[in-house]
């Protein structure tokens, strides 16, 4: 099964859909940063949209996080489906490296 991205709502029990998901909100270490609207890193006064801030948390955050602990799990997040969500960039970045270990035979 390939790993998804949960939206997480007030209203619905995501947990009892997706009782294993990670949480990835601000409330974890897997949360995005920055925020639609901050000013745009390197450029004061320009302000991020959704798509900035998924390309800031991206270039800027990836980086220091241990990604490969989220391989294979879904992951919940309050980000409308088909918004742009950080959860994606963890979810494409985690399943690269389990990729990346199956092809160096390292699993």
Same mark, same amino acid.
């Given at each position: ?28 270490k897997?949360?995005?940063p ?28 990836? *980086?220091?996080? =241990?990604? !490969? ?6 992951? $919940?997040?309050? /980000? +409308? *489906?088909?918004? =742009?969500? !950080? ?6 970045? $985690?399943?690269? /490296? +389990? ?9």
């Open positions: 099964m390939t790993p998804k991205r949960i939206q997480m709502t007030r209203n619905k029990p995501w947990r009892c859909e997706a009782p294993e998901a990670v949480k990835v909100d601000r409330s974890t897997w949360g995005n920055f925020r639609i609207g901050d000013d745009m890193p390197g450029a004061p006064g320009v302000p991020m949209d959704a798509e900035d801030v998924c390309q800031c948390f991206e270039l800027l955050t990836i *980086p220091t996080l =241990p990604v !490969h602990e989220l391989t294979d799990k879904d992951l $919940a997040c309050w /980000c +409308a *489906p088909g918004a =742009p969500c !950080h959860a994606d960039v963890l979810l494409k970045y $985690a399943n690269r /490296c +389990a990729g990346q270990s199956s092809a160096d035979g390292e699993m």
